[in-house]
């Protein structure tokens, strides 16, 4: 059983930067794959970010490719997400979440999932 948290959310202004993290309880988050989702209101959730487990190779969404950038603390036993340039369509909940499988990009593939953070950009 892993338990994930996520914090570092909340209100910023456009081209504002944002990290949130994701810390890891139970298990050994290196051991898993780790994803970021978002979700707006009235849209479904989206694959925002990955990092693989092992090796820690990082895939991202085209939205978010060369603003956003994901990391893992293995000491910590926590998950980053670094975000920069800050849009308004970034606006969302950000959920943080973990498969012991291979599967990145689709959200049924995870099996544990942390309560979201909100990020809200105002332009």
């Known amino acids: 059983q892993v338990t994930l948290v996520e914090s570092g959310g909340g209100l910023v202004q456009a081209g504002s930067s944002l990290r949130l993290s994701c810390a890891a309880s139970g298990r050994t988050l290196s051991n898993y794959v780790t994803g970021w989702f978002r979700q707006a209101p009235g849209k479904e959730r989206e694959f925002v970010a990955g990092?693989?487990?092992?090796?820690?190779?990082?895939y991202y969404a085209d939205s978010v490719k060369g603003r956003f950038t994901i990391s893992r603390d293995n000491a910590k036993n926590t998950v980053y997400l670094q975000m920069n340039s800050l849009k308004p369509e970034d606006t969302a909940t950000y959920y943080c979440a973990a498969n012991a499988r291979y599967g990145l990009v689709r959200s049924r593939e995870y099996d544990y999932w942390g309560q979201g953070t909100q990020v809200t950009v105002s332009s």
């Open positions: 990092i693989t487990r092992g090796d820690g190779l990082t």
